[in-house]
Every structure is written in C-alpha cells, then in structure tokens.
C-alpha cells in the first residue's frame, strides 16, 4: 500500500481505524456526518476503496453503488425529519478545491432562512453563443 492511502483519513473511517457517525454503508460505499459540517445532517459519501476522483472510477457495481447512496442518504435525512431540501457536492482535483484525496460527496441538508449560501455566478464570456458553441465542438469532437 503506498503511503498517500496509508494517511488517508477516509480510507482509516472505512477500516475504523478511525471512529465516525456513520449512517450508511455496503460493500462499496460508507457514509458518515461531517465532522465540520455547515448545517446539521451534513453528510458524506465515500467509496471504501481509495479513489480520488470521480472519472478515476472503472468499476460500474462501484458507480451503480455510489448513484444509489446519493438517493438512498438524502432519504434517510429527509425521513429522519433532518431536511426536506439537500444539495450534493463533489470537488474533484486540486483546481477545485479537493480538500482531502479520496472522492467525496457532501450531502448537505437546506433550510429556510440558513447562513449556508452556496451560489455560482454566471461567467458572461463563457456563456456567450459563439463560446458555447466552440467548447461543444471541442467536447463532442466536432
């Protein structure tokens, strides 16, 4: 094992090396509470094996697991009369800001009237027609 997994906290949560409040766990995936979280019931979503990004997945039992469990945790929140709302959000790589380097998913139950505000502004150049257009050729291969 090299020693990038070997300190990798998530991967410690798995194995319990490292106690967590976890809420959720197969085979493929576990999830647990933010220990810093930005509202109560932020929760997170983490493959049990070491993956750092989310196009680093190969195994399709892997992604069907990790779809599931994006459905499956907001319903327990949501159940648990935690939210009604919730947004989920993954940072994949350096540039976007990818803060520990074992894919993640953030669960983070809204309310009404909370402090957390997550908002993207819109980049007027990216989004103009001609723009959009040469980025599509590019994605598309055109």
Same mark, same amino acid.
């Given at each position: 094992?090299?020693?990038?997994?070997?300190?990798?906290? *998530?991967?410690? /949560?798995?194995? !319990?090396k490292?106690?967590? *409040?976890?809420?959720?766990?197969?085979?493929?995936?576990?999830? =647990?509470?933010?220990?810093?979280p930005?509202?109560?019931?932020?929760?997170?979503?983490?493959?049990?094996?070491?993956?750092e990004? +989310?196009?680093? /997945?190969?195994?399709?039992?892997?992604?069907?697991?990790?779809?599931?469990s994006?459905?499956?945790?907001p319903? +327990? @929140?949501?159940?648990?009369?935690?939210?009604?709302?919730?947004?989920? @959000?993954?940072?994949?790589?350096? *540039?976007?800001?990818?803060d520990?380097?074992? @894919?993640?998913f953030?669960?983070?139950? !809204?309310?009404?009237?909370?402090? =957390?505000? =997550?908002?993207?502004?819109?980049? *007027?150049?990216?989004?103009?027609?001609?723009?959009? @257009?040469? /980025?599509?050729?590019? /994605?598309?291969? !055109?």
């Amino acid at each position: 094992m090299n020693s990038e997994i070997d300190k990798c906290i *998530f991967c410690e /949560i798995v194995s !319990r090396k490292i106690s967590s *409040f976890e809420v959720y766990k197969t085979d493929y995936v576990t999830a =647990f509470l933010d220990i810093n979280p930005v509202t109560n019931g932020h929760t997170l979503i983490i493959p049990n094996k070491h993956i750092e990004r +989310l196009d680093h /997945i190969n195994d399709p039992h892997l992604s069907n697991e990790i779809m599931d469990s994006l459905i499956k945790v907001p319903q +327990l @929140l949501i159940q648990s009369g935690i939210c009604d709302d919730y947004t989920i @959000l993954s940072d994949n790589g350096h *540039f976007a800001q990818q803060d520990i380097k074992h @894919l993640h998913f953030h669960v983070i139950p !809204r309310h009404m009237n909370e402090k =957390f505000e =997550f908002k993207l502004n819109t980049d *007027f150049t990216a989004a103009k027609k001609s723009n959009l @257009l040469s /980025i599509w050729k590019k /994605i598309v291969g !055109r």
